[in-house]
């Protein structure tokens, strides 16, 4: 089933700012039409890849997440979610790095689905979902060090991410999306 595991300590977790707050001049003028695009991504890197998409499953466990995380998403300090953390490939190369944090209490009802997601993209259910809403994103510069080798292999430059908290009925899920190196849209 899935394993449960306590949060490691976090000494390069990002600052994540409001896109408003953000200066638009601090971000690439290529990257910027995607970090803040409001569609769903899932649909954008099919449509790019013309039907080579693919999601790969890094881990799905149970834990407490990040301080940012649950502070955005209302969670107390000892709340429990399913963290899920993804790779989205483009034409078997890795374009985005996702992490989702699904708060226990947001799994409840219809939402109890999110559970078994496997390797369906996550993206795709929210945004066929009539009861979604989404907040605005916030914005960070990841440093390549704060990712697990896992996701990224060694290397030198700071990535740029997105996440938005989404609202299904009420209940709270964060999505956080770091563009990885490969990701060439154009």
């Not at 001049?25 to 790019?48: F, K």
């Amino acid at each position: 089933m899935y394993a449960f595991q306590t949060p490691r300590f976090q000494s390069h977790e990002p600052k994540w700012l409001d896109c408003q707050k953000f200066p638009r001049s601090a971000l690439p003028a290529a990257d910027a039409r995607w970090l803040l695009d409001t569609g769903s991504l899932t649909a954008h890197l099919r449509r790019l890849s013309h039907g080579h998409f693919h999601v790969e499953v890094l881990a799905q466990r149970w834990q407490i997440p990040r301080l940012s995380e649950r502070r955005l998403l209302g969670m107390g300090d000892r709340h429990w979610g399913l963290v899920r953390e993804v790779r989205l490939h483009c034409n078997n190369e890795p374009w985005v790095y996702a992490r989702s944090v699904l708060p226990a209490t947001s799994l409840v009802g219809r939402l109890d689905r999110l559970r078994t997601l496997d390797s369906r993209p996550l993206g795709h259910l929210l945004f066929t979902d009539p009861h979604m809403s989404r907040d605005r994103y916030e914005i960070c510069k990841v440093p390549a060090a704060a990712l697990d080798e896992s996701v990224l292999a060694p290397h030198s430059d700071d990535l740029w991410g997105r996440r938005s908290r989404f609202l299904l009925s009420g209940h709270p899920i964060m999505v956080s999306e770091i563009f990885l190196p490969a990701f060439c849209p154009w």
